[in-house]
């Protein structure tokens, strides 16, 4: 598959959205390739992303995911958080589908001018204030965002962590090109794994059916 980027235009959240990314490792899940699981054994999330692909890719059909109330809420505020972002720093957000560059995608909440993008979380009062005290890049987000800047092949990515009433707390990262390398192995080695796997079940189904 071609590394030239791919521009899905669609709303994040659609039933078309869900279909371009539909057995795709994405950048909101790239922590989840990266997990180590104890004393050297398979992660547990990281193996549980790969069957929930896997299952993808065989039934050709998105699964579903659990959403909670505070998922749907977040999802809601994500427009409110984006025009408080414009609101303080000038600058005009541009929505965007879904990026797709050789087997990995990214769903960023925004493109900022040629360079930029923004990420927007949403997080109960008493973790932004958490987030304002430490008052650095939130490095839980880290692997999602920097793979978000190698999909789109941009320089640095804001993040904008809001809840209505607090102050918003907006902070950038740049591209860490020894990360991002380290970042497009792994992914490469999880699509790998991927693809054995999908082969596997699918030599199962054969041999049951011979």
């Known amino acids: 598959m071609s590394d030239e980027l791919q521009t899905i235009t669609c ?8 279909r371009s990314r539909l057995g795709t490792p ?7 390739i990266l997990t180590k699981g104890r ?3 398979e992660s547990r999330t990281r193996l549980s992303y790969l069957y929930k692909l896997a299952g993808e890719r065989l ?11 505070h998922m749907e809420r977040g ?3 994500e427009d409110e958080a984006r025009s408080v972002y414009s609101f303080v720093t000038g600058r005009a957000c541009e929505r965007i589908g879904f990026l797709r560059r050789g087997r990995a995608g990214a769903s ?7 360079d930029g993008l923004l990420e927007i979380k949403t ?3 008493h973790l932004m204030v958490e987030t304002i005290l430490r008052g650095e ?10 793979g978000q800047l190698w999909i789109a092949q941009r320089e640095w990515i804001d993040i904008a962590v809001y809840w209505p009433g607090m102050p918003i707390f907006i902070t950038r990262a740049s591209r860490d090109e020894a990360y991002i390398s380290e970042l497009a192995d792994a992914v490469d080695v999880f699509n790998t794994e991927l693809d054995l796997t999908v082969k596997r079940i699918r030599s199962y189904g054969l041999a049951k059916a011979a």
Do not use: N, R, Y
């Open 123 to 125: 997080k109960l009062p």
């Open 137 to 146: 890049f939130p490095p839980e987000h880290k692997a999602q965002c920097q």
């Open 26 to 32: 994405t950048a909101s899940e790239f922590a989840a």
């Open 39 to 41: 004393g050297g054994a």
């Open 59 to 69: 039934t050709g059909e998105p699964m579903e995911t659990v959403s909670s109330f």
């Open 75 to 77: 999802k809601l505020m």
């Open 108 to 114: 960023p909440d925004a493109l900022i001018g040629h």
């Open 11 to 18: 709303e994040q959240g659609s039933p078309e959205w869900a």
